[in-house]
């Protein structure tokens, strides 16, 4: 998995790309851990783009859900975008909507946000 | 028809080595590509439980993979290991609807896998635990 990020519109954007299985999860947890907490201190929202996101399984739902709780903690709005129709099989059965904000696209996901033109 | 098989120790390390072993059973089977996700999906979650849990106390443990798909379609995964006996099919189901705070992933790969899948079955055997999971592709 490759993880390439952008900031911009107050917004830090995190681009998942590949698989995020137990191999990867540990790896993207501390990047989704750190861009949550320098947007804390910019004032920054925080989105991830999984468009380019094939694959993923317990173990990286479980960074989902550590990164959208440490979000929450810091008051630093949080949604993904365009899920793969994997992802959003798993997001789905796991009930993650509920608890995440997922977004068709980014201008949706910017809005959700408060980012939105 | 085709069958094929593999056989690994109960490490993380093998996780990749096991999903190139699917693919390329899928690639030789002729299966679609875009119906690969939950069989590579149960290989994880099935083979990573037997990794974190099912080795507890235990060394050299082995697993076997077994994959089988017929003329028309319907693709079988068999998980075989040499873990402590455990039936995750009766393992508490998570609750998904909790609030974030109280969200865990504890329970939700095997849910996942059973949602998935058209059939899942568990059977403890001469000692070893067998996970069958079934799925008729789309044509």
Known sequence: MNVTHDTAQKTTTLHAIGRLDFEAAGGFQKDLEASVSSAAAAGNAVLIDCSALEYVSSAGLRVFLVGARAAKAASVPFAVYALTASVKEVFDVSGFGRIIDVLADRAGALEKVGRGA | MKTARTDVGADAAALAPLQSFLCQFWSDAGLPDAERFPF????????????????????????????????????????????????????????????????????????????????????????????????????
């Open chain 2, 40 to 139: 590579e999906l149960a290989l994880e979650e099935v083979f990573m439980n037997v990794v974190m849990h099912g080795s507890t106390g235990l060394s050299d443990v082995r697993v076997q993979v077994t994959l089988n798909a017929d003329d028309h379609r319907q693709v079988e995964m068999v998980i075989r290991d040499g873990g402590n006996l455990f039936d995750p099919l009766h393992a508490p189901v998570p609750d998904t609807d909790a609030p974030i705070e109280e969200r865990t992933v504890g329970g939700l790969g095997i849910h996942l896998v059973i949602t998935l899948m058209d059939e899942v079955r568990y059977s403890a055997d001469d000692g070893h635990n067998c996970l069958t999971v079934r799925k008729h592709l789309a044509a």
